[in-house]
């Protein structure tokens, strides 16, 4: 009896010790005029409230934590602490044990594994959504208006005595210096886990879907409204260009015959408009959903792929439903494209790129019974983050050729001359560049790396530490912690002057791999949520059980 009443008294003051205090206003003084909310002061995802000039208070409503920075956990916030694994063990867990998971993926243990690993990704991806490039603060715009990219973090306070905040020099370094210094490739240096060209080039393919930049209104917007797996890249992000690009009969896409092979149609068949220099020939200039992809031959290839397999479906549903006309015929195989596009992202695509040994499944029922937010908006960090230019080689070895890049861009012809099976077959066999570790990118894609640090500057994108925290990751401490390379950090150190004064493009790319992979801790630790959500969040638009229906349905024909 003594020893019940012993137990019970101790929960009741653990209890009592981890409530969340009552919500008195706690407000912080600092002495000085900067604005306190550039030290970023609030921890665990708390919003920092200014007051007057020189005061802040920390909101920390449903974080886990209180305090003034939000830096006490709460009781079952402690316990989690405490039971919870940390990545590097986690991801150690899920990359070893071949006979543990052997066993866990031939029983129902893969399921409710799946469950937890959609669900504990996702929920790091706060919906709605909270804030977006023009507002510092929670704001309605943040939450309805779709035009433009979401912000996980909020931008950087203008008034800040530094470009980052407080941390760092006065002035961020030239992004040409960076990129030749630390980024810009001395040798090839292949991916350990063995990718290859066509796993870069679907990986380019299928993100441009709803990574499309509006440029003419900035750099806060985007052309995809959808904001997920919507196939518009193969269909066209507004309704027009759909129209333009389909045939009108029998629910299927234009193509041209060419060798006895389909292939997508010419700009003045479609009479869509592509972003092709001059002197590509009429001939040449293939009519596709997203207007960017005639820059190179495999976004081209993924093109041709996906508008055989259209019309293939439409081929199929016709013959099993003559009733049909041609708009149910073309919505219908649109749906299938799209289960189709989903689960080979996950179950080939994502799985290739975490090294796990679970075996990853996508199945809408698995969330059936849960609750999951599964409307979806691209953020800023995550267009960033997925500038993945390491992966491209020195020049493309093409059935015994070897093809520069000088004769690469913007040439079609490349595919029409050796067909679609040869550039599958050299694609598959040429391996793909590793992502982290710095000093991997072609000359020739330099540009474009720069733009994307300059377009974070202009956004204010917060620190790379911060972005650590943010997704529950220790920040680093110095940068040979970062890189473990004593140049490189001494290098940076120069340069930026602080650790947490580190950009987040940079930070991405410089970090060093983890042993035998792609990239490094934070791009997979930041990345995964930000790609499960954009992946099962494309069935929002969709009735879930209809959809599940459908995959099922795109199981079969992907069998035939």
């Not at 797996?229 to 193969?234: K, M, R």
């Amino acid at each position: 009896m003594k020893v019940s009443c012993i137990v019970q008294t101790c929960t009741l003051l653990l209890l009592l010790h981890g409530q969340t205090i009552p919500a008195e206003k706690v407000k912080t003084v600092l002495k000085g005029s900067v604005n306190p909310c550039c030290y970023y002061p609030c921890q665990h995802m708390g919003i920092c409230l200014r007051y007057g000039m020189d005061s802040y208070e920390c909101d920390c409503t449903r974080t886990g934590y209180y305090g003034e920075n939000c830096t006490i956990p709460e009781f079952w916030t402690r316990v989690r602490q405490h039971l919870k694994p940390s990545p590097n063990a986690i991801h150690y867990i899920l990359t070893h044990f071949h006979w543990l998971w052997n066993i866990i993926n031939s029983t129902r243990l893969r399921d409710w594994l799946m469950r937890i690993v959609l669900t504990a990704r996702s929920d790091l991806i706060p919906s709605p959504p909270t804030y977006n490039s023009k507002y510092g603060y929670l704001n309605w715009e943040s939450y309805y208006n779709t035009t433009y990219y979401t912000r996980i973090l909020p931008p950087v306070p203008e008034d800040c005595p530094t470009p980052m905040g407080t941390k760092g020099k006065t002035e961020l370094p030239d992004p040409k210096l960076l990129v030749q210094k630390f980024m810009l490739r001395d040798h090839f240096k292949p991916d350990p886990q063995g990718s290859n060209l066509m796993f870069a080039f679907f990986a380019q393919h299928f993100t441009h879907q709803f990574f499309k930049t509006h440029n003419r209104m900035g750099l806060a917007f985007t052309k995809a409204l959808g904001h997920g797996v919507d196939a518009g890249h193969i269909y066209g992000d507004n309704l027009p260009r759909q129209l333009n690009l389909r045939l009108h009969k029998d629910g299927k896409l234009k193509y041209q015959l060419l060798n006895g092979e389909m292939y997508p149609p010419t700009e003045a068949m479609a009479k869509v408009n592509m972003s092709y220099p001059p002197t590509v020939a009429p001939e040449n200039r293939l009519a596709i959903g997203q207007e960017v992809f005639g820059l190179l031959p495999g976004l081209s290839l993924y093109a041709t792929l996906w508008l055989r397999e259209h019309n293939r479906i439409c081929d199929i549903l016709l013959e099993e439903h003559p009733t049909w006309d041609d708009e149910q015929l073309f919505q219908t195989a649109r749906l299938i494209v799209i289960g189709e596009t989903i689960r080979i992202v996950i179950e080939d695509y994502v799985q290739h790129l975490s090294g796990y040994l679970l075996q990853l499944k996508f199945d809408p029922e698995l969330l059936f019974s849960s609750q999951f937010q599964y409307q979806n908006r691209i953020a800023v960090e995550f267009n960033h983050l997925y500038h993945w230019h390491p992966l491209m080689p020195d020049s493309f070895h093409i059935d015994g050729d070897e093809i520069p890049y000088s004769q690469f861009i913007f040439n079609t012809s490349i595919l029409i001359h050796y067909g679609v099976e040869k550039l599958v077959e050299a694609f598959a066999l040429q391996r793909a560049g590793q992502i982290g570790g710095g000093k991997n990118i072609h000359p020739v894609i330099i540009g474009v790396t720069e733009s994307v640090i300059r377009e974070s500057r202009e956004l204010r994108v917060q620190p790379f530490n911060q972005y650590r925290k943010r997704f529950n990751l220790e920040p680093y401490t110095s940068f040979y912690d970062l890189t473990e390379n004593e140049e490189t950090a001494r290098e940076l150190e120069e340069l930026y002057g602080d650790i947490d004064a580190l950009e987040f493009y940079p930070g991405l790319l410089l970090e060093k791999p983890r042993s035998g992979s792609i990239f490094g801790q934070s791009m997979v630790e930041m990345g995964a949520p930000f790609s499960l959500k954009a992946w099962i969040g494309g069935v929002s638009s969709v009735n879930l059980n209809a959809l599940n229906k459908i995959i099922k349905i795109s199981n079969e024909i992907i069998r035939r």
